[in-house]
């Protein structure tokens, strides 16, 4: 399974199958969203990860560019967590392919 994943694949997975993660800070959440996220900042997966996520579960992975989101994959990955994808351009990408209801920031 590749690392990243694109904003366009995401929105063809059905909702249940996987769980769609947000890594941004609490401002940028509430600045724009996807529904249907579970929100844990970038510096809470250490401590929550293990105890919020399942490592069997395809998790998707989103922050505002793709960055922060794919450095979070990549430490779950050595956590055991086989099935994390990065979104590739983030929220951002979402906003711009997806749906322009989620406002760009």
Known sequence: MDYE???TLVKNLSFGS???????E??????????????IPM??????AHQ???PDEHIV???HHGVRSLSVTNWLRQQGFDKAQSMR?????WSRQIDPKVPLY
């Open 5 to 7: 994943i694109d904003a």
């Open 18 to 24: 996987f769980t769609l993660l947000d890594v941004r």
């Open 26 to 39: 609490p401002w940028e959440f509430q600045t724009a969203q996807i529904e249907g996220s579970k929100h």
């Open 43 to 48: 510096g809470d997966i250490p401590s929550r």
């Open 52 to 54: 919020e996520l399942d």
């Open 61 to 63: 992975v989103i922050c």
């Open 89 to 93: 351009g983030g929220i951002d990408a």
